[in-house]
């Protein structure tokens, strides 16, 4: 069964640093999502994107998050300059066009020391 | 704004008792409801959905959820529980406005399952 997997499993970063999460949505999908998971909380919209622009960003996604599908395969989360209040777990998802289920990889756990 | 409230954050049963998470949503507009399933170190899986038609709808691993829309609620339930189903539960809303996706979560109920 087709998955949606992410890279790498566990980031750890130093603050102010950019980072890059990488997702490789299922194939045949045309909607990408970004959630991110901060210890203890709800799981959170961060974007959409689809037709390779933004549908649908959460006012978590401020100018510091970018997100770019740099070819046919993956779909990538960039921050910029991290802070601490950016650790988490960021889950990448995708669906298809017709019912709008999500499938979620499973995750990223971003560590911002 | 939609939003979804999950009132038990831990709920304990042991083996082969009855389970019924509860679930409710704020959103007076059509909207479609998810259950997702989160193992411990795996990522999260849909258990079931509901777009349509029958309010009572069937996931996997024996798992029903019934929607009331008058309640607004979408409670997730089994007959009898396993311990590998010892798992956090995420209920999920996606209101269908402007063709709008996103997924509004709940907080999440941790289950645990003794053997």
């Known amino acids: 069964e087709p998955e949606v997997t992410q890279t790498p499993s566990h980031q750890v970063t130093q603050m102010g640093q950019e980072v890059i999460l990488r997702c490789v949505p299922i194939?045949?999908?045309?909607?990408f999502y970004w959630y991110r998971q901060i210890l203890g909380q709800k799981v959170e919209f961060l974007v959409s994107?689809?037709?390779?622009?933004?549908?649908?960003k959460s006012e978590i996604f401020d100018d510091q998050f970018s997100v770019e599908r740099p070819d046919g395969s993956n779909f990538t989360l960039k921050i910029r300059s991290t802070k601490l209040e950016d650790s988490a777990m960021y889950f990448c998802a995708s669906s298809g066009g017709l019912d709008g289920t999500q499938y979620f990889g499973p995750g990223t756990r971003l560590t911002v020391l | 704004a939609q939003s979804v409230s999950q009132h038990n954050h831990h709920v304990i049963l042991s083996e082969a008792a009855s389970l019924e998470l509860g679930c409710n949503y704020s959103y007076g507009g059509t909207v479609n409801l998810f259950w997702y399933v989160q193992y411990p170190g795996q990522h999260l899986q849909l258990l079931l959905k509901y777009f349509s038609g029958d309010p009572l709808v069937k996931g996997i691993k024996g798992f029903e959820a019934e929607f009331i829309k008058s309640k607004f609620s979408f409670n997730l339930r089994k007959p009898s529980v396993q311990w590998s189903d010892t798992a956090e539960y995420f209920c999920a809303v996606n209101a269908l406005v402007n063709s709008a996706r996103q997924l509004t979560f709940g907080s999440g109920t941790q289950l645990t399952v003794l053997p």
């Open positions: 194939s045949n999908h045309l909607y």
């Open positions: 994107f689809y037709n390779n622009e933004i549908s649908e």
